[in-house]
């Protein structure tokens, strides 16, 4: 009977040895047992903003004997095969900011505006404590990053191709998954302080331009045409959240590009105009076309016209660029002594010309129905500031074309006006020639300068032309 219990003890024993040894095999040898307690902290659900930056965070612990350093560690996964290193104290206590907080998590991978579950631990030498959890949602911090152009990139613009793509500027940023993200591309001329905006996307990465569209912008800078000069581009980047705007601006990328001159002027002679054929530099009849925003060699002229002919010119006083008459009705040609074009009646008319196409058409329209005693300029910029208008001088020709010579103008905004009172005005957003409109329109944006003012009250097609 002894021996009986004996041969049971040993496989009791045997079978005890051999669970253990199980145990050891089976066990979970990537995650280290805790030696000593990490308390949870106070945030447990929380979003930050920049507000709270300067907020203190604050961790605590049980104090390990012999220790005499401590790592506070972050992770975006419980097993922490990537833990991102918050900071370290000598006590067992570790006091630093949300701000400092902030920048472990977006570090550690956490997007920002993204709820997310972080895990915390602490190590001191070969110990580690228990792993505790808490969800928070991290704000950007970090500022976007361009990555084309390049910086140094030379860019080329020409009048041939405006309609291509000039460039595409492109940016590094973080993922956002829960809110939109503005963002705001603007250029300015090397060392300024005044940008132009180029283009504004949402939830992208990138902007293409075309030619005319960045041509246009950098001649608002001042630039001259023909001439290489550097820019400088940034991109902006707007959220906003339950804790506000917050809105973060890369560091600018240098470019050198070269604008060609877009605003090029056309003019009407002959005896079917005003001016008759008096190519005269300073003939203040020799009214412009209107040249298009949306592609510049493209102009339009809507007004009387007497039976007759007429030409386009490019310069007061010259006949060396000069446009007429082609081999048939609607062409146009530059060659030698091109033809008039002719207006069989005396009437009004739509004048659209296309000098890279060589084309153009005359249509019939109605005649105005409105007419004004008095029509000038007020504003800002103006002589007479918003005071009182600057009166322009009315076309003895065509009533509803109005000019004003040699005027000197300030920075500032302009509108035309009519018989001196706010009954009917007219404004655009469009600096230098546009379309202006009488329904609750914008003010005209002036640089200061000496010009020549052109204005068609019915159309409502104006042109500055700086002298």
């Known amino acids: 009977m002894k021996n009986i219990f004996k041969f049971l003890l040993v496989a009791v ?10 145990d050891e095999a089976n066990r979970d040898w990537t995650t280290q047992e805790a030696s000593f307690s990490l308390y949870d902290t106070s945030l447990g659900e929380v979003a930050l903003y920049p507000t709270m930056a300067e907020n203190p965070f604050i961790m605590k612990w049980d104090a390990v004997s012999g220790t005499s350093e401590y790592t506070v560690q972050l992770s975006a996964t419980e097993d922490f095969a990537a833990p991102v290193v918050l900071g370290t104290s000598n006590t067992n206590t570790y006091t630093s900011t949300i701000g400092a907080l902030n920048t472990a998590l977006l570090q550690a991978g956490f997007s920002p505006y993204a709820v997310n579950t972080v895990y915390a631990r602490v190590t001191a030498g070969s110990q ?3 792993v505790i959890s ?3 949602t991290p704000y950007p911090a970090d500022v976007p990053v361009i990555t084309s152009p390049a910086a140094g990139s030379a860019i080329s613009l020409s009048i041939d191709n405006e309609a291509d793509n000039a460039a595409t500027i492109t ?7 829960s809110v939109d993200v503005t963002y705001t591309v603007k250029i300015v001329a090397h ?3 005044t940008y132009q905006t180029l283009g504004t996307v949402t939830n992208a990465t990138s902007l293409p331009v075309t030619v005319q569209e960045l041509n246009n912008i950098v001649l608002k800078t ?4 023909g001439v290489e000069s550097a820019f400088d581009l940034i991109v902006s980047a707007s959220t906003t959240s339950t804790g506000g705007t917050i809105e973060k601006t890369s560091e600018p990328v240098t470019v050198n590009i070269t604008p060609y001159e877009s605003t090029v002027f056309l003019y009407l002679i002959g005896d079917a105009t005003a001016a008759g054929w008096e190519n005269n530099a300073d003939n203040p009849k020799m009214f412009p076309l209107l040249n298009s925003h949306t592609q510049s060699t493209l102009y339009t002229y809507t007004g009387y016209f007497a039976a007759g002919g007429f030409k386009l010119v490019k310069n007061k006083g010259s006949w060396s660029d000069q446009y007429g008459k082609g081999s048939d009705d609607g062409s146009l040609s530059t ?13 009004y008319y739509q004048l659209t010309v296309d000098v890279s196409k060589l084309t153009y058409t005359l249509q019939s329209v109605s005649a105005p129905t409105s007419s004004y005693a008095a029509i000038g300029i007020i504003g800002s910029a103006t002589p007479n500031g918003w005071d009182g208008s600057t009166a322009m001088t009315q ?3 065509n009533p509803h074309i109005w000019y004003l010579e040699h005027v000197t103008l300030s920075d500032g905004e302009a509108k035309f006006r009519a018989n001196n009172a706010w009954d009917v005005s007219w404004g655009s957003s469009d600096e230098v020639f546009g379309t202006a409109s009488t329904d609750n329109a914008p003010n005209i944006p002036v640089q200061a300068g000496v010009y020549d003012i052109y204005f068609n009250d019915y159309s409502g097609a104006y042109t500055f032309i700086a002298k």
């Open 191 to 193: 060392g300024g302080a």
């Open 335 to 347: 060659d030698g002594e091109p033809g008039n074009i002719s207006v069989p009646a005396a009437g």
């Open 222 to 225: 001042g630039t001259t045409p």
């Open 395 to 397: 076309s003895e020709f």
């Open 134 to 136: 808490f969800k928070v």
């Open 171 to 177: 940016w590094k940023d973080y993922t956002y998954t």
């Open 128 to 130: 580690v404590s228990n």
């Open 13 to 22: 024993v045997a079978v005890l040895a051999l669970a253990s040894c199980e």
